[in-house]
T-cell receptor, first 115, second 112 residues
């Protein structure tokens, strides 16, 4: 158990809909990262937050947005969903802002299926 | 363009042997390189981190080497066990950047 929690575990929704994925980092970790993993794309970095502020942005679509709240939990919002958005979405946390210097702890993931 | 390459073919070895996985990169100047293990349907688990000024790092049965001239990292599991069967991902970050970029991973299958 990494100490990172994600809800829900599974999500099935229709195209055009909007969903919210939630992540609680490990106790004491200030950085939260979101990743998307699909079969043909591997693990893709989406966005990082550090202590409530956006720190780094990856290949995140404009239809996607995220935020980190004062209690450090984070939410990833996906809107106007398309079939291609079906994937595993992972949240990870680490101690420091410069994530590469420290290991990242991954949550169990949310499996999103868009039908 | 920047690329991280890991052997997409599964590596099959016998229990007790040493598994060696390769991570090659191009157009990166990584300050750090990390290795993760991922089981099907689960989140990656951190294994080892090696810095650009370190040649080798060990942890129990695991060993990582980092050759910035060859632009390559090797990940070794000695005395491999069936429980080591998983996908192993390398991840790195360029100097001055913040986000980790992951390779596509190599699946290791250890036969009893």
């Amino acid at each position: 158990d990494s100490g990172v929690t994600q809800t829900p575990k599974h999500l099935i929704t229709a195209t055009g809909q909007r969903v919210t994925l939630r992540c609680s980092p490990r106790s004491g970790d200030l950085s939260v990262y979101w990743y998307q993993q699909s079969l043909d794309q591997g693990l893709q970095f989406l966005i990082q937050y550090y202590n409530g502020e956006e720190r780094a942005k990856g290949n995140i679509l404009e239809r996607f947005s995220a935020q980190q709240f004062p209690d450090l939990h984070s939410e990833l919002n996906l809107s106007s969903l398309e079939l291609g958005d079906s994937a595993l979405y992972f949240c990870a946390s680490s101690v420091e802002a410069e994530g590469s210097a420290y290991e990242q702890y991954f949550g169990p993931g949310t499996r999103l299926t868009v039908t | 363009s920047q690329k991280i390459e890991q052997n997409s073919e599964a590596l099959n070895i016998q229990e007790g042997k040493t598994a060696t996985l390769t991570c090659n990169y191009t157009n990166y100047s990584p300050a750090y390189l990390q290795w993760y293990r991922q089981d099907p349907g689960r989140g990656p688990v951190f294994l080892l981190l090696i810095r650009e000024n370190e040649k080798e790092k060990r942890k129990e049965r695991l060993k990582v080497t980092f050759d910035t001239t060859l632009k390559q990292s090797l990940f070794h599991i000695t005395a491999s066990q069936p429980a080591d069967s998983a996908t192993y991902l390398c991840a790195l970050i360029g100097t001055g950047r913040r986000a980790l970029t992951f390779g596509s991973g190599t699946r290791l299958q250890v036969q009893p």
